[in-house]
């Protein structure tokens, strides 16, 4: 069996804070027996759950990162019970290209879970997290936004899963979190996400989904940083009082809540983010972009419910994502 060549320059249990990385071998054209270097941190005070905290598994998601840098800079290990594991930038190389997907391979760190050790770069960045980090942590936060493409009311979300008492222990979390809106869900697509591997490990998840369009407001960091806080605290690890508001829950556990486009075009949107639609009202219409003199073709909503993401760009093509409503739990 290949062993994963990820080799960590901090030790993991230690008292203190500890500032490193995890060095990844990684051989090429300027750099002959060179590394990527995914930076972590970890903070330890004596005996507890440990969370593992992650951003930028896709590198174009920012409030994640800055919430995570923050964490990562002030977290003191007297201020905490257990230990933290911090990496802001999961998917490095994305990150550091500002892409969704890792300019070494083309990895889609989320698509390519568990992951393996002689696998490409990003593969084994996916298996180290299966096999040495995710065991050792008692429960996970996976901070997303939309990235360049896509725009999301921000919320934090639990999936629906097999095991009732873990599930339970997901939604607990995730209310802990925060957000403006509470999302139950079911992936689209769950084969070789992160999210899939750590919830099979049986652990505590919380992701979330907190903005798009490549960059973060000052809301939306906001959110991420009280988040995180709060789910340390729920975790029983970081001394403090949780700072909860309203929450609107909301799940989007059915096929027809998402609606893909199938034609390419300019989007002219009829709905915002956030506003309430009927099945059958027009959420968006597509205008085409090669020729004048034509009407534009009209997306409705396949189901009642609130407008929760969009496509980001002004331009669409056939199979992209256009929209996704959910429904707001009574
Ligand atoms: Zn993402």
Redesign the pocket.
Known sequence: MTANPIVPTIPFDDDGAHHGFLRLPYSRDDSAWGSVMVPITIVKNGDGPTALMTGA??GD?YEGPIALQELAATLKPENITGRVIIVPFFNYPAFRAGT?TSPIDRGNL?RLFPGRPGGTVTEKIADYFTTVLVPHADIVLDF??G?KTLDFLPFAAAHILDDAMQQHACVAAMEAFNAPYSMTMREIDNVGMYDTTVEDQGKVFVTTELGGGGTATAKSVAIARKGARNVLIHAGILSGELETGPSIELDMTHDDCFVFASDDGMIEPCADLGDTLEAGDCLARIWPVDRSGKPPLEYRARRGGLLTARHFPGLVKAGDCLAVIADVKS
């Open positions: 598994n896709h998601e969704r989320n997303h936004s990235g």
